[in-house]
């Protein structure tokens, strides 16, 4: 009997060749399917790697983790939908009521909300030390201290962490080492050589570095990533095929677009360093930094991000931002696109003086993304600005 069209219409489909396409194909598919009821068996036995469900995994996500792993040199990653899922499920897959997590409290402000507001609710309980005074980090160690989550550089305020002396501190107190590696990237600084046990990233900003997608990944040691994997598997912030084949592409350059960044940023900062609406500049590869000396042990190069004080406080914060002609005024960072923004008047503005001050965001604090244009463009946007 001839099949109706309608039915054709549904049923036919592209057969998969043999050769290899040079772009990888985008896998827009929830599901997969199997030859016969053994295989699925199998695959449902975790008895082989067979696809089953682009919750659990699919070929785009797959490679992106892969290329995650070779650049952070991990043993294994997940990827989910934002860097804020990666970091959540990092915390929900390894503590459970009655740990304690140690985390230094310049963190990336939902990261922040995660540990101080979600975290208590299941009975995990959190101690936040100074970045930079590792007598604090030992007075915090309790008997059921499980985990040292921490940043490097930190966001907006650029403070950096020892990442040998934080590696040695988590060794010596059997904590799992956890290190939100967003600012730096893995082509500029790997946790992993450092003693990290987990890597997390916010993959919407260099990683994708052109302002597209959101999306996250959690890379470390294999064991760790399987734990992670099955709460997400259950739990379902899994990263769409498509977000994983822009990022996967993404991964191609970073490399060469993170020198062109750095390059930049350390041009414009040492060009602004001495101006005279500024108070302070800090950028991690320039000298007048506090932590030089570390940034040129961990780092690769700077990254792309600087900050500065303006000394006119919170009203020529505003007037600068208002004065920029080519920089967007945006919230993310790490775009190809230079990027400013005043976290005092806008990302920070429902805290009250003193509670932004506590957390370092000053007044007249600009933090600049610096992008892919032209850096005598960038500067001279910056300079009229400060005028
Ligand atoms: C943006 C950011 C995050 C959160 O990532 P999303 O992809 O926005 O969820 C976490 N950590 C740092 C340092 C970030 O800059």
Not at 64 to 69: L, N, Q, V
Not at 310 to 319: M, S, W
Not at 355 to 364: D, F, K, Q, S
């Amino acid at each position: 009997m001839a099949e109706n069209p309608i039915t054709s219409a549904i049923r036919i489909q592209t057969e998969r060749t043999n050769e290899m396409e040079h772009s990888t194909p985008m896998f827009l598919t929830s599901s997969f399917c199997f030859d016969n009821a053994e295989d699925m068996r199998a695959a449902f036995a975790d008895e082989s790697d067979d696809n089953i469900y682009s919750r659990f995994s699919n070929p785009n996500i797959k490679e992106f983790t892969d290329k995650m792993c070779a650049l952070e040199g991990v043993e294994a990653a997940y990827a989910t939908a934002s860097g804020m899922s990666a970091i959540f499920a990092s915390f929900m897959a390894l503590l459970k009521a009655g740990d304690h997590l140690i985390a230094c409290k310049s963190i990336f402000g939902s990261t922040h909300t995660i540990i101080t507001k979600y975290l208590p609710k299941y009975g995990i309980e959190y101690t936040y030390v100074d970045a930079g005074n590792i007598d604090e980090w030992k007075a915090a160690v309790r008997p059921n201290s499980k985990m040292l989550y921490i940043e490097t550089p930190t966001n907006p305020g650029l403070e950096l962490i020892d990442l040998e002396l934080a590696g040695k501190f988590a060794r010596e107190h059997k904590l799992i080492f956890n290190v939100d590696n967003c600012f730096a990237t893995p082509v500029c600084q790997r946790p992993v050589d450092f003693g990290a046990d987990l890597v997390v990233h916010s993959a919407t900003k260099w990683l994708d570095g052109q302002g597209r997608v959101l999306g996250g990944v959690v890379g470390g040691k294999a064991n760790l990533i399987h734990d992670i994997y099955l709460f997400c598997r259950s739990s379902g912030p899994a990263l769409s095929p498509f977000n994983a084949w822009v990022l996967s592409k993404s991964l191609e350059t970073l490399d060469v677009r993170m020198e062109r960044h750095a390059s930049n940023a350390l041009y414009i900062a040492a060009q602004l360093e001495s101006h005279p609406a500024i108070s302070w500049l800090k950028y991690p590869y320039l000298p007048s930094h506090p932590q030089y000396a570390i940034a040129k042990k961990q780092m690769k190069n700077g990254g792309g991000i600087i900050c500065f004080e303006l000394k006119g406080g919170l009203e020529a914060g505003r007037e600068f931002m208002n004065k920029l002609k080519m920089l967007s005024l945006t919230a993310n960072l790490g775009d190809t696109r230079s990027i400013a923004s005043h976290p005092a008047s806008t990302t920070h503005a429902k805290l009250s003086e003193a509670e932004r001050l506590a957390v370092n965001i000053t007044n007249g604090l600009i933090r600049i993304s610096v992008g892919l244009e032209h850096r005598d463009d960038i500067l001279a946007d910056i300079l009229q600005a400060l005028a």
